[in-house]
């Protein structure tokens, strides 16, 4: 075992325009024009003075016209399985059968074709629309080696409403299947064989986001912050840093420390297990340990929280998770863009469906153990793992909300709220696990529906007119993207996924290339509200400008402000 790691950081305390009005677009005030900054460095574009200027007169556009800001976290989905074909793209996928989108084996070589889709692309029956699906893992074989669409062994496409099989997403496979920004090594550190491939091919006539899309801003190279799954992610969208399990190596945790190849504490590859299959063909791989915990004790896959709702309970007090259990993480104390948020006398809430029926018991668990509706996961609620939220504080009663169920107003308390006008300067809304598009037990058809009732209360509500919403999910769900990430840190930027802008202030059918990441939500936050910066971020920043590359936007760029 390591020696013991230092501390963690992050402890530290439309009317028609008058010809006279000007634009002012990403700070930059010009008459009749339109410039756009993308994700470069302002300081390196123009004289101190004028980046000076041109940022004052952004941050005092966004002081007027931005009071409140919303954050949508949908599930597990890439770009490229939702918006491949999307107009505009700074990268469109080429030909599919283009040769750099070849994946390759285990030891490197082309693969000839295909594995088949293990487990099956709809291992369990599902009728929908009248129709009978299920799809095993001997119905479609053969496939080439390239991209493709997802559709029956018939050959019709496979309909938004049937729920897939869900493919493995976590932290290091996520880094060997970039394969440092080949992303060729999708299919052979997956679990799924063919499945990482397959794209949705019918969006743009039935996908309620494409036309969000269309009306608003895409940004098409926002990449998922951290590698990895759902916990990481979620982790790095409350604090930018993973959470850390002190002396780990003496804990119950034990058994859930990663075994790195060249023992390599900061490796991405672990050692095989004896029986791992050579070959993608044969199956998916497998390590000689459980990985939750990385050799230096970070914790960057799923552990539940110390609190409940969680995946287990305290026998003698029912509002903690149990403390002997491996999978329990100890309360971390980092601090979170809440507690910035908090110190600035700004108030938020995370929003979380079906919170309240996992605090009585009823849903509480994760989707393998609990009842499809409404399919609670713990570990999509991030500010519960965290001491200055715990049961019995303020902070816990005030931030963290219940969003009730479902997408009405009657039932779902943030779609209430959006409506009524009541929701604070920032929120956050986590949609009930069988409404977030998570593959394995969402179908994209469901979410999809439900993000845009969402967004159609927040168009209603009396807020709207000075608000940001940001539309994204928290990543790719082990779906294949083309795009190479940028070089970052240790933890990240994972793959691409999507994430729209929707605003009174988006610039209008655009689409964004500058590079963003997951903690681009938090810069934003931060910018508006003249937040700290969180230790996490200025990793972030410094790392990709070390490597070469702007640091990660702030979303403003696809914004557009006008001034009389």
Known sequence: MTDKPATPPG?????????ERRRVLGGMVLAGAAITLGGCRRENMRPASAATQNDAALDANLREHIHHVVVLYAENRSFNNLFAGFPGLAQPLKALDSPEYRQRDRDGSVLTTLPPIWSGLVPHPQTVDGQHYHIDEHAITGLPNQPFALRTPQGTLLPHGVITRDLIHRFYENQLQINDGRNDGFVAWGNTGAMVMGHYADTSNRLHLWQLARQYTLCDNFFMGAFGGSFLNHQYLAAAQPPFYPDADQSPAKFLIAMMEGNDPTGIRPKFAADSPASAMQGRPQWASSDALTPDFWAVNTLGPAYAPGYSTDPHDARLADPARADTLPAQTHLTIGDMLSRAHV???????????????????????????????PHHQPFNYFLQFAPGTAAREQHLRDAGVGSSAASNHFIAASEAGTLPPVTFYKPQGDLNMHAGYASLEAGDAHLARVLEALQKSPQWPHMLV??????????WDHVA???GDRWGPGSRIPAII?????KKGFVDHTIYDTGSILRFITRRFGL???PGLKLRDAAMIAAGGPAPGDLTGALQFETS
């Open 347 to 377: 108030d938020w809430a995370w929003y979380a469906g079906a919170w309240q029926l996992a605090r009585e018991g009823r849903g509480e668990g994760n989707h393998q153990e609990f009842p499809e509706i409404p399919d609670f996961q």
């Open 485 to 487: 990430p940028p070089k």
């Open 470 to 479: 940001v539309l994204t999910v928290d990543e790719n769900g082990g779906w």
């Open 532 to 534: 700290k910066q969180l």
């Open 502 to 506: 929707v605003s009174p202030h988006a």
């Open 11 to 19: 402890t530290e305390d439309e009317a028609p325009r008058n010809p």
